[in-house]
């Protein structure tokens, strides 16, 4: 058996949100038939910005787009790809988003859906434990009131 190669690759997603009354409500989507929930993200493309791939990638992937108002931060992990034989790290740059248009009707095929969902109900659904401590972000950032 031949080792694996290794891979890196960079994306950029975000936690759009909109106020709905005292709520705030931020977007997800769904893959893997319905099964895991997560937030936009993609790969950044060559000659992108990260603040673009983000713009991008919550607009295809969710159908809505948004303006940044800062970075959250960023999570890496490993995962293996199987038809490559290959590990790769993944480091996904996230931004925390202000909505400005759109309709989650309108995300492209890569996801299964896009739902607007409450921010804490939005933390217990997150699939991925670094996607999780981003949507906790938000939270921490709007409870402090740094975030108007």
Request: hydrophobic letters at 35%.
């Amino acid at each position: 058996m031949r080792p694996a190669t290794l891979k890196v690759q960079t994306s950029s997603g975000g936690v759009i949100f909109r106020r709905n009354g005292d709520l705030i409500e931020v977007v997800m989507v769904t893959v893997k038939e319905g099964r895991v929930w997560c937030l936009p993200k993609g790969v950044i493309d060559k000659g992108e910005l990260p603040e673009e791939t983000a713009i991008r990638e919550v607009r295809e992937e969710a159908g809505v787009r948004g303006n940044i108002l800062e970075k959250l931060g960023e999570i890496t992990y490993w995962y293996y790809i199987r038809e490559e034989h290959a590990k790769c790290k993944k480091t996904v740059h996230f931004f925390l988003m202000e909505y400005a248009e759109g309709d989650i009707k309108d995300h492209d095929q890569e996801v299964n859906g896009a739902f607007w969902i409450p921010l804490d109900e939005a933390i217990g659904k997150a699939q991925y434990k670094g996607e999780r401590e981003m949507l906790e972000k938000a939270r921490t950032l709007f409870r402090s009131g740094h975030v108007a």
